[in-house]
């Protein structure tokens, strides 16, 4: 029977950081259209981290870079909180790029998976090698073990850690036949228990947004606030094309048991507002906030409903100040705040 303690723990984000990692947009990424809208986002998001904690910029030109940033008066007086790296990458998604920190008797490990383009829909041979880079460049703290993951594709918007032993997750992105070769879900089940030490796994084989091309990363669909509280994007209009499935998803987050055997508690959240681009819906969610030191980073739509979506995340987090930041340009390349974001706990940078 396994041990109550865990030899291998995945932090929850609210855990305390000692950074977030941000992979800057060039003209080589999939942003080169759009880089006057989206450089000013990326320059929001990071004077909010470095604010509170370290920022650790990947980039294909730190010059440049600094020039961007250090326009800023106030990002400009925290320059001894950025660490730059000069490191190819073919996009900036860093939340499934980058590292999954892990903790191995107490001790900080990092799993480097392959990230394949969320199942080969995009290039990914650079950003498949950030991790590796960044270790091997001395970023991380000297006791920062590294252990490379690459048999696996897992991608860190595809799992959700209660930090306790428990991880939330969705079928329809594990399951993709383009990431890894599990006939069964009990295999990856197993194989997720056994590489996170969880004591439980718990799937979501419902909900999905238009426009994602992520297979239903959980992320942009239901979050971890503490050990027992779930947050989840709720839709009430039966004439949106997501209601169905947003509606069982729904029924299979109540029908959830923590190990105590009671339910979870469930905030839901609203459903964004239709935004389009070419006549497409993009994948517009709130719940792809980031939690860090102090703060939740929440994205907005310029939508009424951001105020909704603002006040339910101060009630999950009442301690932490909750700043919006606009995400339009974000999910014009079909992603948004978490999604271009990845923490690190204390301990590692």
């Not at 929001?44 to 509170?52: F, M, S, W």
């Not at 008797?105 to 799993?111: E, I, R």
């Not at 079909?334 to 999604?339: A, E, K, V």
Request: contains cysteine.
């Amino acid at each position: 029977m396994k041990s109550v303690q865990h030899q291998i723990t995945l932090p929850a984000e609210w855990t305390p950081q000692s950074g977030v990692q941000l992979t800057w947009p060039h003209l080589n990424t999939d942003w080169r259209d759009i880089l006057d809208e989206v450089i000013p986002c990326y320059c929001c998001i990071a004077k909010e981290i470095v604010k509170r904690e370290k920022l650790l910029v990947v980039c294909q030109d730190i010059a440049a870079v600094s020039q961007q940033l250090f326009a800023d008066p106030e990002i400009a007086s925290f320059t001894d909180r950025i660490i730059f790296r000069e490191i190819p990458s073919n996009d900036t998604w860093a939340r499934d790029h980058g590292a999954i920190a892990i903790r191995v008797n107490g001790n900080p490990y990092l799993y480097d998976f392959t990230f394949n383009g969320w199942g080969l829909k995009f290039a990914a041979n650079h950003d498949n090698q950030i991790t590796k880079r960044l270790y091997e460049q001395k970023t991380f703290l000297p006791e920062v073990g590294y252990q490379g993951m690459k048999y696996c594709v897992l991608e860190g918007g595809s799992i959700e850690s209660n930090g306790a032993g428990t991880i939330l997750t969705t079928s329809r992105c594990l399951l993709s036949p383009n990431r890894n070769d599990y006939k069964l879900k009990a295999e990856i089940h197993e194989h997720l228990q056994m590489i996170f030490d969880a004591d439980k796994i718990l799937w979501l084989n419902h909900g999905y947004l238009a426009g994602d091309d992520t297979d239903s990363h959980i992320d942009t669909l239901a979050r971890f606030c503490d050990e027992q509280t779930i947050a989840y994007v709720q839709c009430n209009d039966s004439q949106d094309e997501h209601a169905e499935e947003l509606q069982k998803m729904e029924q299979e987050l109540q029908a959830f048991r923590q190990p105590n055997g009671q339910p979870y508690t469930l905030k839901p959240l609203p459903m964004a507002d239709v935004v389009m681009d070419s006549g497409n819906r993009l994948p517009a969610t709130y719940a792809n906030f980031l939690i860090i030191n102090e703060a939740i980073l929440f994205p907005c739509y310029d939508s009424p409903k951001d105020e909704i979506a603002q006040k339910v995340l101060q009630q999950l987090f009442p301690d932490r100040e909750i700043v919006g930041i606009n995400c339009l340009p974000l999910i014009k390349q079909h992603g948004s705040l978490h999604c271009v974001t990845m923490q690190f706990p204390e301990g590692f940078i």
